[in-house]
Structures are given as C-alpha cells and as structure tokens.
C-alpha cells in the first residue's frame, strides 16, 4: 500500500528552551530598567501618573488611575509579586526616579515566546532617547540573554500611540483580534504586533545606531529617524 505523502510541514527548531525572565537590572546610558519595588518607585511613579490632565495616561491600562496613593499601592503590591506579569520600573539613570514601567507578561519558555507590555511612559519619559532605549534594552536581553524566538506587542486596536511605538521599534504588524477583551467593562479589539529573533540583528542595529551621541545635536534633537536608520540597514 502505498503511503499518502505528509502535508508540508514548518523547519526543525533545535536548541533549548529560553530561559524565564529573572528580576534583574538593565543598565543604559539615559535609562535602567529595574525590578519593581513599591516602597522605592511606589511614591515617584503614583505622582508622575496623576494629576492635572494625566488620566489618558491610564485609558488603555487594565488598572488605573487611582483615587489616592492608597489605592494604588494595594494594587501595585499585588503586582509586584507576580512572575507573569513580571514588573520592571524604568528609572532615569541620572538621578534614579522612576518615571515609567514596563512588564514582561505571557511568558512561553517552552515555546520561545514572550510578550513586553503594561508600558507606562509618564510625560517625563513619553517621546525621548531613554524610552527608546528602555524597549532596546528589553527587547536585547530577550534575544541575546534569554533565549526567545518571538518577541510580542499587543495592544488596544484604539490605542494609536501604541500602535505607532510598535512599528517604529521594529515590530511587524500581524492582524487585529476582533473582541478579544473585556477592559475597564469595555470591549477591546487587540492588535498584534512581533519581532522575530532573526530580525533582532538589524533592529539592533538601528537601536544602536539612533542612540549613539553622534546622531544627536547640541540642543538633544535627533539627525535620523529610528525608523529611517533601520531602512538604510
């Protein structure tokens, strides 16, 4: 009898596991990326997030904004235990104030797979060189440290600065999940986004290249796009 031919199949992954993220430091020359502690962070995050005008800060988060310090510190202290999602503050190098965080979440060891999001850039780090090279720092150690295949951005369809970060940091757009949530009691369209781990040289590459000093001038403005960078490489 003669044996019906298999179905095309993908390549053979060799290689082991990638390791699970650890609560370790991530040193840059503008920003660190470090564990989340809620009696260090706690008092500079809660007040670089809310305010006057800084509850769009929180529109696309599942958590937040808060009432009061209070409250955000019950919820943060039930966080800052989690493995998955696994808590990092992002904290200016200078002068050591947490000005953001950032989690790594849906964490697949087995299959090489892990996610970067809860990102909240507060407007003292939102659209400068440190919360770019927040991301470059993260998304290195996810490929060169830890071993991942897959690197994943998701978030709210509405939510266009996300959507628009993701693109510019290298990530290809994959489709949206057409009610795929429940957030805040809404309904969310999730859109994804990925970087793949034979696309981490080139986008290293333009990281590297659009942080160094020499593609800033003397007021601290960019020469080149990030995006720009990676097109010539």
């Not at 020359?29 to 706690?42: A, E, N």
């Not at 994804?192 to 020499?214: G, I, Q």
Request: aromatic share 12%; proline share 6%.
């Amino acid at each position: 009898m003669d044996v019906q031919a298999r179905g095309p199949v993908g390549p053979v992954v060799e290689g082991p596991s990638a390791r699970r993220p650890e609560r370790v430091t991530l040193k840059g020359r503008f920003i660190r990326v470090v564990p989340f502690d809620l009696d260090r962070h706690g008092p500079d995050l809660f007040a670089a997030s809310h305010g006057p005008g800084l509850d769009g800060l929180w529109t696309y988060l599942s958590v937040g904004p808060f009432p009061d310090y209070g409250a955000f510190r019950e919820t943060y202290a039930g966080l800052a235990v989690k493995d998955d999602p696994l808590l990092f503050t992002l904290e200016e190098a200078a002068s050591g104030r947490a000005v953001g965080h950032a989690c790594f979440m849906r964490i697949e060891p087995g299959q090489r797979v892990i996610e970067v999001g809860n990102i909240l850039f507060t407007p003292a780090l939102s659209r400068s060189a440190a919360a770019t090279e927040a991301m470059y720092l993260m998304a290195r150690h996810v490929f060169e440290d830890l071993g991942y295949r897959r690197y994943e951005w998701k978030c709210n369809a509405l939510n266009a600065p996300s959507r628009r970060a993701a693109m510019r940091f290298g990530f290809t757009f994959e489709g949206e999940f057409r009610q795929h949530m429940i957030v805040k009691g809404r309904s969310r369209d999730t859109t994804w986004f990925s970087l793949l781990d034979t696309e981490w040289p080139r986008a290293k590459a333009a990281f590297e290249a659009w942080l160094s000093p020499d593609n800033f001038d003397e007021d601290g403005r960019q020469r080149r796009r990030l995006d720009v960078i990676r097109d010539d490489i």
